[in-house]
């Protein structure tokens, strides 16, 4: 099992930016970040794959948001710049062992973390 923790949530205004952090227990082929909001599914954020560092955005963050990946420190990261409202939501850090072309399905990964809260006023 993979013990993940997500970190740097918080209120921020729009336009502003925020980093989160996701702490990963051991080295996990592919990491990804979802979001969900109430009343709304669970979506994919970003992800990011051991192989060349590749990564991959939904169409709602893309030019704003920017994925990465620390390997010695096993961390990702997700730089989040120019924060809209609709970024409101709570981020939840997911891994999983191996590569999927269906980055964006939760049921495709196998851990989870418990998610940090991001709000964004207007």
């Known amino acids: 099992q993979v013990h993940l923790e997500e970190s740097g949530g918080g209120q921020v205004q729009a336009g502003e930016s925020l980093r989160l952090s996701c702490a990963a227990s051991?080295?996990?082929?592919?990491m990804a970040w979802f979001r969900q909001s109430p009343g709304n599914q669970r979506e994919g954020v970003a992800v990011?794959?051991?192989?060349?560092?590749?990564?991959m955005y939904s169409d709602a963050v893309v030019d704003r948001f920017t994925v990465s990946r620390d390997r010695a420190k096993n961390t990702m990261y997700l730089q989040m710049n120019n924060l809209k409202p609709e970024d409101s939501a709570m981020y939840y850090c997911?891994?999983?062992?191996?590569?999927?072309?269906?980055?964006?399905?939760?049921?495709?990964?196998?851990?989870w973390g418990q998610g940090t809260q991001v709000t964004v006023s207007s």
């Open positions: 990011i794959y051991s192989t060349a560092e590749s990564t």
């Open positions: 997911a891994g999983r062992g191996q590569w999927s072309a269906h980055w964006n399905d939760q049921g495709r990964y196998e851990h």
């Open positions: 051991r080295f996990i082929y592919s």
